[in-house]
């Protein structure tokens, strides 16, 4: 008697064929699946990848924006608010000042004994007789500019007193005082204005030049420790790097001292505003674009307030006080060292008390 039909042991013969053929590896078809799987899974963690990349790249470019730009600006203020230094007289207008320098001849026209700052617009023919050539030549055409007049940059005093008005200074320690630089001497009573023709250790000179000094003779002979500042002016406007590409222009912020160099401050800024608070006796204070104010208005300027916009829209929006010689009993109210501004609906905006 048969138990098994011959067919169904060539059966199990297959099957079992068939198991062990499995157990060798996956055929084509699974290969190719999970392959594709695979490049899709890989392919969607890279674009998320790049994804995350290209995020924290936006926000660390973001926060270097920010800290280049709060950086500029606090250079910015700290010459506003050391402009128009006169010694420990700054502030009263009816301290006697002599200048001496020849205001003909730059950077020394870039010295002011009225006002502490001014500004105008940046036309190729105001450029010219504003701002030295190698400013115009990189400027932006139709930037605002904002000039800073004598900011203290070296401190010094007077050795001993002088025996003539004429005398060379001599200070108490060498001086750092740079050849060719602005230099103020003063006490509590007066001061002169004048251009350090030669320093040679504690000894600065100030002799009549063509070039330099109208006349060589201070106003008086100052007395010990008599103070003997270097001071600086500089101009903030919009420029061109030396490295944008002709095809790309971009512009920077730079801070011009109008004499040695210009510092470029923060790049990829596309607008550079400033509005000036400028007192009037028949209009109270108000702002003013600078081709709106007199010359013989700036030293009424009382504030300022700068707009600056980056190319990736970054926006900053500051206002600082000036500390301008001539004060006015306005009745603008004063807040941690500036002033409180409301805005109005006018090209020129109010400052209401």
Same mark, same amino acid.
Request: hydrophobic content about 35%; aromatic content about 10%.
């Given at each position: 008697?048969?138990?098994?039909?011959?067919?169904?042991?060539?059966?199990?013969?297959?099957?079992?064929?068939?198991?062990?053929?499995?157990?060798?590896?996956? *055929?084509?078809?699974?290969? =190719? =699946?999970?392959?594709? $799987?695979?490049?899709?899974?890989?392919?969607?963690?890279?674009?998320?990848?790049?994804?995350?990349?290209?995020?924290?790249? #936006?926000?660390?470019?973001?926060?270097?924006?920010?800290?280049?730009?709060?950086?500029?600006?606090?250079? =910015?203020? +700290? #010459?506003?608010?050391? *402009?128009?230094?006169?010694?420990?007289?700054?502030?009263?207008?009816?301290?006697?000042? /002599?200048?001496?320098?020849?205001?003909?001849?730059?950077?020394?026209?870039?010295?002011?004994?009225? &006002? &502490?700052?001014?500004?105008?617009?940046?036309? /190729?023919?105001?450029?010219?007789?504003?701002?030295?050539?190698?400013?115009?030549?990189?400027?932006?055409?139709? *930037?605002?500019? $904002?000039?800073?007049?004598?900011?203290?940059?070296?401190?010094?005093?007077?050795?001993? #007193?002088?025996?003539?008005?004429?005398?060379?200074? /001599?200070?108490?320690?060498?001086?750092?005082?740079?050849?060719?630089?602005?230099?103020?001497?003063?006490?509590?009573? /007066?001061?002169? $204005?004048?251009?350090? +023709?030669?320093?040679?250790?504690?000894?600065?000179?100030?002799?009549?030049?063509?070039?330099?000094? =109208?006349?060589?003779?201070?106003?008086? &002979?100052?007395?010990?420790?008599?103070?003997?500042?270097?001071?600086?002016?500089?101009?903030?406007?919009?420029?061109?790097?030396?490295? *944008?590409?002709?095809?790309?222009?971009?512009?920077?912020?730079?801070?011009?001292?109008?004499?040695?160099? &210009?510092?470029?401050?923060?790049?990829?800024?596309?607008?550079?505003?400033?509005?000036?608070?400028?007192?009037?006796?028949?209009?109270?204070?108000?702002?003013?674009?600078?081709?709106?104010?007199?010359?013989?208005?700036?030293?009424?300027?009382?504030?300022?307030?700068?707009?600056?916009?980056?190319?990736?829209?970054?926006?900053?929006?500051?206002?600082?006080?000036?500390? +301008?010689?001539?004060?006015?009993?306005?009745?603008?109210?004063?807040?941690?060292?500036?002033?409180?501004?409301?805005?109005?609906?006018?090209?020129?905006?109010?400052?209401?008390?």
């Amino acid at each position: 008697m048969c138990l098994y039909h011959h067919s169904k042991i060539i059966g199990s013969e297959h099957t079992a064929d068939k198991r062990a053929h499995r157990r060798l590896g996956f *055929s084509l078809i699974e290969l =190719l =699946l999970s392959l594709s $799987l695979s490049l899709l899974i890989i392919g969607a963690a890279f674009e998320w990848y790049q994804i995350l990349k290209k995020v924290n790249r #936006d926000a660390k470019e973001k926060r270097q924006t920010l800290e280049i730009g709060r950086t500029a600006l606090q250079f =910015l203020m +700290n #010459d506003v608010k050391q *402009s128009g230094y006169y010694g420990c007289r700054t502030m009263d207008e009816n301290f006697a000042v /002599q200048i001496h320098l020849n205001q003909y001849i730059s950077p020394y026209r870039f010295f002011k004994k009225e &006002a &502490a700052v001014s500004g105008f617009v940046a036309t /190729q023919g105001k450029c010219v007789r504003q701002l030295p050539a190698s400013a115009c030549d990189r400027i932006k055409e139709m *930037s605002d500019v $904002l000039v800073i007049y004598n900011i203290p940059q070296k401190i010094s005093a007077l050795k001993k #007193d002088m025996g003539q008005p004429t005398e060379v200074i /001599q200070t108490v320690f060498p001086t750092a005082i740079r050849r060719g630089s602005v230099v103020l001497i003063a006490d509590c009573l /007066q001061g002169d $204005l004048f251009v350090a +023709n030669e320093v040679e250790g504690d000894r600065i000179y100030h002799g009549k030049t063509a070039e330099t000094n =109208l006349r060589s003779d201070f106003s008086k &002979a100052y007395q010990r420790h008599a103070e003997i500042i270097e001071l600086a002016s500089v101009a903030y406007y919009l420029g061109v790097p030396t490295r *944008s590409r002709k095809d790309s222009v971009s512009y920077s912020l730079f801070r011009d001292d109008l004499w040695h160099e &210009a510092e470029e401050m923060m790049e990829g800024v596309v607008d550079f505003q400033v509005e000036y608070g400028v007192f009037r006796v028949s209009q109270g204070s108000r702002y003013l674009r600078a081709e709106f104010i007199r010359e013989s208005e700036w030293q009424f300027v009382q504030s300022i307030r700068l707009v600056l916009l980056t190319e990736n829209k970054e926006h900053w929006e500051y206002e600082f006080a000036v500390r +301008n010689r001539r004060r006015v009993n306005s009745d603008v109210n004063r807040h941690d060292g500036g002033f409180s501004f409301n805005r109005s609906r006018d090209d020129t905006r109010d400052i209401d008390s």
